[in-house]
């Protein structure tokens, strides 16, 4: 995987012309510009979906309401094995 292709919000297509070409031409100093606004504008759109939905409730029927389903057994699993020993359960 290219280094661009890592970090694709901080990378403009502009940045792989000749550094002196860019330097000397206001057109295309104007196009980067234009492309790394539209990329970090992207960037906190994607950033404030994601976040938002991380802390939803999972929807019914998908995987994660299964995997909160097993999470929950296996906690209280836990919980009743520590109460067995008589000590308390710390998370």
Known sequence: MK????NRYAFSLVDFLPFWLV????IIQLIRKVDIDAKRRQYNKDYREINI????????????????EV????????GDEVYKKKHTLCL
């Open 53 to 68: 939905d991380f802390y939803k409730e999972p929807k019914p029927n998908s995987d994660w309401s299964e995997t909160w």
């Open 3 to 6: 280094f661009c292709q890592r």
């Open 23 to 26: 330097r000397n031409s206001r």
């Open 71 to 78: 999470t929950e057994g296996l906690i209280k699993l836990m």
